[in-house]
């Protein structure tokens, strides 16, 4: 069974961080482009970062560029947010998401919540 597990949401105060997390199980992780999206209240679910299979290369959207950082650790078929600098409007739900783009494969996780409020 393919599954998607992220950790690590909470409420932090504007200017804290949080490190997500998201354990793959099911599937051959390492095979698989990785993706953070998040969703605010009514509004759509965004892009904010990717990181290749290998994990040599990464990117983050411009909203986030210089305060959140992708990695992922292949032997422990997790991939990873760390998120500096928190501020309101970073509040949503954040989503693992997994891409095998040979087989036009993908997998979601059920989402974590994060708040930024002081």
């Known amino acids: 069974q393919v599954q998607l597990v992220e950790s690590g949401g909470g409420l932090v105060q504007p200017g804290g961080s949080l490190r997500l997390s998201c354990v793959g199980s099911?599937?051959?992780?390492?095979?698989?482009?990785m993706r953070w999206y998040r969703q605010a209240p009514g509004k759509e679910r965004e892009l904010v970062a990717s990181?290749?299979?290998?994990?040599?290369?990464?990117s983050v959207e411009d909203s986030v560029k210089g305060r959140f950082t992708i990695s992922r650790d292949n032997a422990k078929s997790t991939v990873f947010l760390q998120m500096d600098n928190l501020q309101p409007e970073d509040t949503a739900t954040y989503y693992c998401?997994?891409?095998?783009?040979?087989?036009?494969?993908?997998?979601w996780g059920q989402g974590t919540q994060v708040t930024v409020s002081s």
């Open positions: 998401h997994a891409y095998y783009t040979l087989l036009s494969r993908e997998h």
């Open positions: 990181i290749t299979a290998s994990g040599a290369g990464t």
């Open positions: 099911g599937f051959t992780f390492s095979l698989y482009r």
